[in-house]
């Protein structure tokens, strides 16, 4: 029944009377079926609530005064029977007494009729409580309407966002988002020499607000570790799309991790995220930590990454990136889960090697069915991950008839950087790029990125900075090479590198020669060339001149000249290589 | 009132006090604070001595702020932050930026 009759809806049309006296039940009742109304009457609170839960009357109209159970009492038990379903309870009472109508507003009812009641009052309340109710469902319709297009949007997004992620069998993600939502992304993806590319970003706030950078944050970081920019270099331009893009207020906390796995070396990058821990499952103690060096991304236009730290790893070694919203996570009393409870977690949980689920696990008894009002994510990475088909072995190339097909289709790309270009611009993208246009996508481009990387580090570090590669035979020495490697390149005027690329078809594969010079003062290769025959015979083990031997390894020939500033590497490959 | 504000002494900076928890629920107090000065070369100071919390959405509204200072010329200090507070400006490396003092 519509009093309105404006649109028919679903309605059962009864109404509760309780009311212990006959004459008030047979009144209401008089009026409520000549307005249309199906009516049940009860002479007392319990027949009343027995009523209500048999047959789920539209509202409830309640004498106040009663014995028995009264109708305070009354209206409460009916109210916790309600659920999410609005149902008007109105109380009828001849009294005016403002603290019961205090009292009774408060056990859950919704208005008054005040004695005597006119067809004429009791029409015009019905129909405001119907007009009420329509309200009330359309907004549950639309609440639920919109909680299940966020839940999609929230799956496409994530899908697009984190569907392409890398190792995701051996990195343990938990995530537990504040809203359908979550402001906390994690992303990862191998880099073309193998290495493990790890961001963990938390976006200010949570919910969809919070998300919009998500999807360029995810883009870049993925193209370019693809083509192997470094580290700062990602997190520079990531910095400056979301200077575009996010307004004034909202920024991007995050950490940066490349896993070296081969070389046990761990290099972090913390912009304004909590500590990132090392933890030794061996020993049962953590290694490392990790402090934030650098302001979140998204506040400064010139933000340069500063800190990177450069930690030796051992391969059954765990890495934990987690955001702040595990130590700030409260339970019923208002503390914090804080950092010491995490640490002290850490340490016990060390020898099980699953850090994650002890974490989950202690934050859960500690939270104690406490809601969130921040999202919290957690990575634990093991250090040996590293990519199927990386560098391991040569690509192996038929070298006995290697047909030259002449000069109908080789190429030749060139590049020289001088001075303060050389601080600016990484030139392995562009030659990695370059080849990949011209040459398409192939597996063998991870052998030939290591050797254009090493090649061009040691030109650079060596050659034009003078530095000494001895410096970095202990972890401590390594540290410092690189704050050594930093404030010289800052300062760097003079000095060139050229490079030259030089790409012959031959017979199903093809050949490239990388050449390249520099302006230092070449080195004694000879001793150098010496010591990687030693250790790829099994001697050996020191963090330096590792360059030299993967390049040796990879490559088919090398030849130093200019007393070894400049060199010349040869690697060929077949198009028919398998992929791994 | 979790958010005061006052004129210093000698005029031409506002003194922005902010209570117990700094977090998102301000947001709106927070902006009205200083909001309506207008005038060339207003500096702000933001006084959280009696604040003791904050959450990464006040260290957005903290970057409000000092855009609006920047804006009319002037610029932010932060006072007094206590030693949680502290440790959340130092993990985003806010002194690099702002000043902060004591």
Redesign the interface.
């Known amino acids: 029944m519509e009093l309105t009759g404006t649109r028919p809806e679903q309605v059962n049309d009864t109404v509760l009377v309780v009311d212990d006296l006959e004459t008030n039940r047979l009144l209401l009742k008089g009026m409520l079926q000549h307005l249309g109304f199906e009516v049940l009457l009860a002479d007392n609170g319990a027949r009343g609530v027995a009523l209500f839960r048999q047959h789920s009357p539209w509202i409830v109209l309640i004498d106040v005064l009663m014995p028995v159970m009264d109708g305070i009492e009354t209206a409460k038990q009916i109210r916790a029977m309600c659920g999410d379903r609005f149902v008007p309870i109105l109380f009828v009472t001849s009294s005016d007494d403002e603290q019961l109508m205090e009292r009774c507003i408060e056990a859950g009812a919704d208005d008054f009729f005040r004695r005597p009641i006119s067809l004429g009052a009791l029409k015009a309340k019905l129909l405001s409580m119907q007009r009420i109710r329509r309200l009330y469902s359309r907004v549950q319709q639309l609440h639920s309407l919109l909680q299940r297009d966020e839940e999609i949007a929230e799956q496409l997004l994530r899908g697009a966002i984190e569907g392409d992620n890398s190792a995701l069998n051996r990195i343990r993600s938990l995530k537990r988002p504040a809203e359908t939502f979550c402001g906390d992304v994690q992303l990862s993806a191998f880099r073309p020499n193998g290495n493990l590319n790890v961001l963990l970003g938390d976006f200010t706030g949570h919910g969809l607000a919070s998300v919009v950078g998500a999807l360029p944050l995810s883009e870049t970081f993925r193209a370019m570790t693809q083509k192997g920019f470094s580290g700062d270099e990602i997190l520079r331009q990531i910095n400056l799309k979301l200077m575009k893009l996010l307004p004034t207020g909202k920024f991007l906390a995050a950490t940066l991790v490349t896993l070296d796995a081969e070389a046990g070396q761990l290099y972090v990058w913390n912009c304004g995220m909590p500590e990132v821990l090392v933890i030794s499952p061996r020993d049962g103690d953590i290694r490392h930590r990790i402090s934030s060096a650098d302001p979140p991304l998204g506040i400064m236009t010139d933000f340069e990454p500063t800190g990177v730290d450069v930690l030796p790893v051992a391969s059954s070694d765990r890495i934990l990136l987690y955001s702040d919203g595990l130590v700030e996570a409260r339970n019923p009393v208002g503390e914090m889960f804080g950092d010491d409870r995490l640490i002290e977690t850490v340490v016990k949980a060390a020898h099980s090697g699953e850090l994650a689920a002890h974490l989950m696990q202690a934050l859960d008894d500690f939270m104690d069915g406490c809601l969130q009002d921040d999202d919290v994510s957690l990575l634990e990475i093991p250090c040996n991950i590293r990519a199927k088909g990386g560098n391991q072995g040569r690509v192996v190339v038929n070298q006995d008839s290697p047909e030259l097909v002449f000069d109908r289709d080789s190429w030749l790309w060139s590049l020289e950087l001088r001075g303060a270009s050389l601080q600016r611009v990484n030139p392995v993208p562009m030659m990695l790029s370059q080849l990949q246009e011209m040459q398409g996508n192939a597996a063998h481009w991870q052998s030939l990125f290591t050797i254009l990387t090493e090649l061009y580090v040691n030109a650079l570090d060596h050659g034009v900075l003078q530095l000494k590669s001895e410096m970095k035979s202990t972890p401590q020495g390594f540290a410092r090479y690189f704050s050594s490697r930093e404030a010289k390149l800052n300062h760097l005027t003079e000095g060139f590198i050229r490079i030259q690329l030089t790409y012959t078809a031959l017979e199903g594969g093809g050949r490239l020669l990388v050449r390249m010079h520099d302006s230092g003062k070449g080195f004694d290769f000879q001793r150098w060339l010496a010591e990687a025959d030693r250790t790829e015979a099994g001697y050996g083990d020191g963090l330096a001149g590792r360059g030299i031997r993967l390049v040796v390894a990879l490559c088919e020939s090398i030849e130093y000249s200019h007393g070894g500033a400049a060199v010349e590497v040869g690697f060929s490959w077949r198009d028919d290589q398998p992929p791994e | 009132m979790a958010i005061s504000t006052s004129r210093s002494d000698e005029g031409n900076s506002i003194i922005i006090r902010v209570s117990d928890r700094f977090d ?1 629920s301000l947001h709106q107090d927070f902006r009205d604070s200083y909001q309506s000065e207008q005038a060339p070369g207003t500096s702000f100071a933001l006084d959280l001595q009696d604040a003791d919390y904050m ?3 006040a ?3 903290i ?2 702020l000092k ?1 609006h200072a920047e804006t009319l010329g002037g610029n932010l200090v932060i006072r007094h932050p206590n030693q949680t507070i502290r440790k959340i400006l ?5 002194e ?2 702002i000043t902060i003092e004591g």
């Open positions: 998102f959450d990464s959405s260290l957005g509204m970057l409000l855009e130092d993990i985003a490396k806010f690099r930026f």
